[in-house]
């Protein structure tokens, strides 16, 4: 069995990487903010059915990076929690 110094090594790499990953979720969610922005001048106020699924779609990849983010942010609390108790 790992000993608890090796154990918090391996924790801080996991929270570091995930941390990353929520920093690459903001950077996507920037990117599909502006993908919706350029749809909608593209539509110009006229939204053929087209444009206006692929808004809704990107829509819907931003609430499931939301969700993914908010998954990282519990992981990480839950393993940070892991060595309080240690």
Do not use: H, N
Request: hydrophobic share 50%; aromatic share 4%; proline share 1%.
């Amino acid at each position: 069995m790992a000993g608890v110094e090796e154990i918090r090594s391996w924790i801080a790499v996991a929270t570091e990487k995930a941390r990353s990953g929520i920093a690459a979720i903001a950077q996507a969610s920037l990117e599909l903010d502006e993908a919706r922005g350029a749809l909608a001048t593209a539509s110009s106020g006229q939204a053929p059915a087209e444009l206006a699924r692929s808004q809704g779609l990107l829509a819907e990849a931003e609430r499931a990076l939301g969700d993914a983010r908010e998954a990282l942010y519990a992981g990480i609390s839950a393993a940070e929690g892991y060595l309080g108790g240690r």
